[in-house]
């Protein structure tokens, strides 16, 4: 590797087993300019040791909110993290898709009934929105819907987690969970710039078939499947997520966010 580029990947190599910094562990960033195999590189050995307890995410989803009015989410599941968001009551609109009839069912009743408990939510068919379906389809509804419903920013943080979960999710007949549709969705969207896309469980995609046969792509693909449509892009490995903002966004916060143009 040439001496320039090496030191540029040993710069961005703030990496692995590190000490945690405050709440949450920056693992490694990097941008357009690092390669597929820089980036392998860099994640090589990401693993379960990697996998983090859902409050630190949680923490980490808010602290990405800038001045972005929506949280979309891909996988309902359960509603934990839809749960603590609401809670938090700092997004104006909330978006998530389940694939599995019954847990939309199951999450909707939950999720409605604590939202009308929430003064930012109390009227929650207006803010908090469930679909049912496939989220590499329903995602473009999310973010069309997203923009018509803010009135300022239209900025969202786009919390990817759709895939087949063992016991009673949904997506074990799909080969690879929807994340590639997913991210075009939201680099292509008329309001790219305002948005951050976080992809969770990042220690699974390893390019391989895992024991429930999906196969999630490597986060290389992902690298370079974004860089193809974002050249500004900024990625950042953090708790078992991989955090993806285009840098030419208006600084609202470190990850950007942009005003409406
Ligand atoms: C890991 S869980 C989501 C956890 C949830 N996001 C949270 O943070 O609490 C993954 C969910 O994705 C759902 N799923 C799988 N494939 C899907 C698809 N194509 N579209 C929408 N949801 C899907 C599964 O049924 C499962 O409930």
């Known amino acids: 590797m040439p001496r320039a580029r090496r ?23 990097f941008d357009c300019s690092h390669s597929q195999s820089d980036v392998d590189q860099l994640l090589k050995g990401y693993s379960d040791s990697h996998r983090r307890e859902g409050r630190q995410k949680d923490r980490m989803l808010l602290s990405l909110r800038g001045n972005r009015s929506s949280f979309i989410e891909t996988g309902t599941n359960h509603a934990k993290t839809l749960m603590s968001v609401l809670s938090a009551e700092q997004f104006d609109h909330v978006f998530s898709v389940e694939y599995s009839p019954m847990l939309h069912r199951l999450a909707s009743r939950t999720v409605l009934q604590h939202a009308e408990t929430l003064p930012r939510y109390k009227q929650p068919n207006q803010r908090v929105h469930l679909y049912l379906g496939d989220s590499g389809k329903v995602i473009t509804t999310m973010l069309s ?14 919390w990817l987690d ?15 969970p929807p994340l590639m549709l997913e991210l075009r ?13 976080i992809i969770d469980d990042l220690r699974m995609w390893t390019g391989r078939p895992t024991n429930d046969h999906q196969i999630y792509p490597r986060p290389s693909r992902v690298h370079q499947e974004t860089c193809n449509l974002w ?3 900024r990625f950042r490995v953090s708790n078992d997520a991989m955090i ?6 208006a600084k609202g916060n470190q990850y950007g966010a942009t005003v409406r143009r």
């Open 185 to 197: 969705a939201v680099l292509t969207d008329q309001f790219w710039r305002e948005h951050v896309v």
């Open 162 to 176: 759709a895939h087949y979960s063992h016991k009673d999710t949904a997506g074990n007949d799909q080969k690879e």
């Open 145 to 158: 819907d997203a923009a018509a419903t803010s009135n300022g920013p239209a900025g969202a943080v786009c």
């Open 231 to 233: 050249k500004d892009a």
């Open 7 to 29: 030191s540029r990947f040993l710069q961005s190599a703030l990496f692995l087993f590190q000490v945690p910094c405050t709440e949450s562990y920056v693992e490694a960033s």
């Open 244 to 249: 993806i903002w285009p840098s030419a966004a």
